[in-house]
């Protein structure tokens, strides 16, 4: 295992982690963007918008990380957004202590509380999880 080379504090919460390493998991095991490989409505409604969705410091975070912006390892819509209409709630998982992600329009936060079955066993990997209402687009409603 590769040693934790760099930290960042972002609000609460303060997290190590390996920018070359994380480079590296994108290059061999997240090379397409997860809402891509699913044909369901509401990931197409993502995918459909996904160069929009991240406030420009998410982005500039992220690369900072080595996570790539442009691929998100799964994304799900979590519902209709009662406070925001004809939007809907949708999380992803990109890449350590555990807070709240609270917020709308946008909100993240890092966990260690994802499921983690297809990514490579004997790693230290923690996720940025974050909580997005974005507008539907498609012509399509969803059920």
């Known amino acids: 295992m590769r040693y934790m080379d ?3 504090s972002v609000g609460t919460q303060k997290i190590r982690f390996d920018r070359e ?7 061999k095991t997240i090379t397409a963007p997860g809402a891509d490989s699913c044909d369901c409505l509401y990931c197409r409604n ?4 996904r160069q929009d969705i991240y406030p420009d410091e998410f982005k500039t975070l992220l690369v900072r990380l080595g996570a790539d912006p442009t691929k998100e390892w799964e994304a799900y819509e979590l519902g209709s957004c009662i406070t925001k209409p004809n939007h809907h709630l949708y999380g992803e998982l990109v890449e350590g202590t555990d807070s709240q992600a609270e917020g709308l329009p946008f909100s993240f936060r890092f966990t260690t509380s994802f499921p ?3 990514l490579p066993d004997g790693l230290k990997i923690c996720a940025v999880d974050f909580l997005a209402a974005i507008p539907w687009l498609l012509p399509e409603a969803p059920e």
């Open 116 to 118: 983690n079955g297809t």
């Open 21 to 27: 390493a994380t480079i590296e998991l994108y290059r």
């Open 46 to 49: 993502f995918a459909k918008q």
């Open 6 to 8: 760099a930290s960042i």
